[in-house]
Structure formats: C-alpha cells, structure tokens
Nanobody
Framework: VQLQASGGGLVQAGGSLRLSCAASGRTGTLGWFRQAPGKEREFVAAVNWIGGSTYYADSVKGRFTISRDNAKNTVYLQMNSLQSEDTAVYYC???????????????????WGQGTLVTVSS
C-alpha cells in the first residue's frame, strides 16, 4: 500500500488547513503523525477502519478533526485554530491489519506517506 499526502502549506495563526492522504488500497486504522524540527515524531489523530471511532492527542483535541472515506481509501485532517506549535511535517500512516482499537505508537503502523509540511506563522 502506498500513501500520498497533500494539503500542507503556509497559514497564519488562527487559520485552517485540510490535509488529505490517499491510499492505494484498503487499510485498517488510518492516522496522522507530525514531526517538528528537532523533535520526535508524535501522534496527532487516528480513525479506525470502520470509521466510527477516532482518537486525538490532547494538544489538538477540539481543533483538529480526522475523517475517512473508505470508498476513496482516503483520510482527511481538518485543522482549525492553528498555532505556531502546530508547525511540523505531517505524515499519514496506515495499519495493514483490520483490528479494533486505535494505536498511538509509530510501531503499530505499517505504511507511511511522504509527509507534507505545515507552517504556521505567528
């Protein structure tokens, strides 16, 4: 499975962006991670393969919304009220197994996109 992320860019603080990630085939849980300069890659949000359950990092809860369209094998991340701390390269990730639960650790994900840069100016 290949993942293609898009939608990053430059936005002012308080603005919004929508990231998309298209998978070349069916996947289990789909998630987003991000990596800021000099920092570890961290979990942002994920949605399970049925699409009904989601989970968010505390830092983005209430501002970001993850969703998926199984017919298109695509996951979206709507990011509102962006802050300078949200500046990072955002990676989409997918599990190759169809299991319940929403893992937040990188090792649980089998496929990764190439990353898309989000820059929030203050």
């Amino acid at each position: 499975v290949q993942l293609q992320a898009s939608g990053g860019g430059l936005v002012q603080a308080g603005g919004s962006l929508r990231l998309s990630c298209a998978a070349s085939g069916r996947t289990g849980t789909l998630g987003w991670f991000r990596q800021a300069p000099g920092k570890e890659r961290e979990f942002v949000a994920a949605v399970n393969w049925i699409g009904g359950s989601t989970y968010y990092a505390d830092s983005v809860k209430g501002r970001f919304t993850i969703s998926r369209d199984n017919a298109k094998n695509t996951v979206y991340l709507q990011m509102n009220s962006l802050q300078s701390e949200d500046t990072a390269v955002y990676y989409c990730a997918a599990r190759g197994v169809f299991m319940p639960g929403i893992p937040t650790v990188r090792q649980s994900y089998d496929y990764w996109g190439q990353g898309t840069l989000v820059t929030v100016s203050s």
